[in-house]
């Protein structure tokens, strides 16, 4: 236990926990109460990690056909699911426990984001101190502060994780190559079912590890086949059985979360990206240097820069200039060979082109003829969140070139008498985790989640809320995690044809025509919200009459129940 409790792996778990807990403050401090960036996208996430542990345990035949968006089917596929966190969505019941969960989560991302960075660089060679810094520059690179509403962009640990099992499994690594002797087939299968957990989480991010790990496992078989007669079973068969095995666990999991997906593409023409769509989210070179507004050192600062960007929440793609320069030193002196520090450059140009989207020439080649032909391709629409990739390999750049200078330093530490080295020396081994975790603070919001109305607690489905729209349904699925009756409401990627033609035709309601409609559909209780009707097109309904229309109203706290 004693050996357990001082293990390197220990003790960098407790050491990414303790990090994410404070780089992520004040998430933890009022967790039952507010959000981290906004209450819009993280309330529909956090009303999908309840919704999956809720349908799991009652009817998990019914899982892609949410509560919401009613009547649509398949509604849970409308964006990307978190489906991998559905084990924490069987522990509590309702908003506050939601919103607990969400935080949690959100803090736990960020540890393990952090861990696996650093995993993945100490197994390709890298010393502690620049395994450190690799994963605290993939997790708190100034640009994820912009992506703090979004869970499924912050969720992306699983990918250098499972690498690094990957690697680990194989006995390669990037400092001394392949060695044989440290092949074990339990790691290479243990890297295939993170991945496969990791895709699970979305395929936002998991989309382009998947192609990643398809090209890996491509290039894999065939040094197999041309290296089995040079050497005496380069993989062995019980490692090429985990791969074997692994990867169509990893396959199928990818093929059947990708059915609802293609159905709702189907059923749903306007979900489809379109090229227009992605030239409106694709950052200019000048993103690779301007911070968010959520960066505490960099933000005000670059406010003018952020200015001149169209849609700067998805531009500000800033690694960090601490990062840029240790990557740079990285490149001239480095524990990495100079061949593999040219792939790693390499790795970062082409993921910043691609990052760039149709701003790199147009994108004729790079993003667009992914877009046009690898399948699932033309569903990612902000090309800059392949700023993940270059971060990572930036890092790795990074550790190369820190874990030669750690050598360096014990190397001046071995002449002095006694062997000890300084306090200077010691400290300049530390500044730069110091500079890489100060560009990663932040001044990230934590707004308070509105309050649920009581209503939702009693009112039974189908429902309609309004006022409604895209951000103002976000809050209203969070509000229904008591009960998950079926709604109209939701809030997702797209706004299905459905439910625009709802929203369009009671902006007369109580009338004759609305209250029809909405009989015809299903609907049998519309709940209004008084204090939100300022400035919708739903403004001044309660002063209209339902006499003669066969409808009940009741004044439900603060919130008018028109039952049909």
Not at 230 to 247: I, T
Not at 386 to 404: S, V
Not at 461 to 489: A, E, I, K, Y
Request: hydrophobic share 50%; net charge positive.
């Amino acid at each position: 236990m004693g050996r357990f409790l001082v293990h390197e792996w220990t003790l960098a778990a407790v050491a990414a926990l303790a990090v994410a807990a404070a780089m992520t403050w004040p998430t933890l401090r009022y967790p039952r109460y507010t959000l981290p960036q906004d209450y819009w996208d993280p309330s529909l996430q956090a009303w999908q990690m309840a919704w999956s542990g809720h349908i799991l345990r009652t009817d998990p035949a019914m899982l892609w056909h949410a509560n919401t968006f009613f009547p649509e089917n398949w509604s849970f596929a409308f964006s990307d699911t978190l489906l991998g966190y559905a084990p924490a969505g069987l522990i509590g019941v309702g908003p506050e426990h939601a919103v607990l969960r969400y935080n949690i989560i959100f803090v736990l991302a960020h540890a393990l984001a952090a861990f696996g960075a650093y995993a993945l660089a100490r197994q390709l060679g890298a010393g502690r101190i620049g395994g450190a810094v690799a994963g605290v520059s993939f997790t708190y690179a100034p640009w994820l502060l912009a992506q703090a509403g979004h869970l499924h962009i912050i969720s992306n640990g699983g990918i250098p994780l499972a690498l690094a099992m990957l690697a680990r499994g194989h006995g390669w690594s990037l400092r001394y190559g392949y060695r044989p002797r440290r092949r074990h087939a339990g790691w290479a299968l243990a890297g295939w079912l993170v991945a496969a957990w990791q895709l699970s989480l979305g395929f936002g991010i998991g989309l382009p590890f998947a192609y990643l790990l398809a090209g890996v496992g491509l290039v894999s078989v065939v040094l197999w086949f041309v290296r089995r007669r040079r050497v005496k079973r380069p993989f062995g068969w019980r490692l090429l059985l985990a791969d074997l095995f692994g990867g169509l666990v990893f396959a199928a999991v990818g093929g059947l979360l990708a059915i609802p997906f293609f159905t709702v593409a189907e059923q749903h023409p306007n979900a489809a990206r379109t090229l227009a769509e992605i030239d409106l989210y694709s950052p200019p070179a000048s993103g690779f240097f301007t911070a968010p507004a959520e960066s505490r050192v960099w933000g005000e600062l670059h406010e003018g820069a952020r200015a001149v960007l169209p849609w700067h929440p998805e531009m500000t793609l800033l690694p960090g200039f601490a990062l840029y320069a240790l990557a740079a030193g990285g490149l001239f002196f480095s524990v990495w060979r100079v061949r593999h520090r040219l792939f790693l450059l390499a790795g970062v140009l082409v993921t910043m082109a691609l990052a760039m989207g149709t701003r790199f020439f147009g994108g004729r080649f790079t993003y667009v003829p992914l877009f046009d032909y690898l399948p699932g391709w033309n569903g990612l629409r902000t090309p800059g969140r392949m700023m993940l990739w270059t971060t990572l390999l930036l890092g790795l750049l990074a550790a190369g070139a820190l874990t030669a200078f750690c050598i360096r330093v014990r190397e001046l530490a071995a002449e002095r008498v006694p062997p000890w080295p300084g306090p200077w020396l010691r400290l300049a081994t530390l500044l730069p985790l110091v500079l890489v975790l100060a560009e990663g603070l932040n001044v990230t919001p934590h707004p308070v989640v509105p309050r649920q109305p009581a209503v939702m607690r009693s009112v039974d489905g189908p429902l309609l809320v309004l006022p409604s729209s895209q951000n103002m349904d976000q809050p209203v699925m969070l509000w229904s995690t008591d009960r998950f009756q079926q709604m109209v409401n939701g809030g997702s990627g797209f706004t299905p044809h459905s439910q625009a033609q709802i929203r369009e035709a009671t902006v007369g309601f109580p009338d004759y025509a609305s209250v029809d409609y909405l009989r015809q559909i299903g609907v049998r209780n519309v709940v209004v919200l008084r204090d939100r009707l300022g400035g919708t097109p739903w403004e001044g309904m309660l002063d209209r009459p339902v006499d003669g229309l066969g409808v009940s109203r009741e004044q439900v706290g603060e919130a008018v129940v028109f039952r049909l």
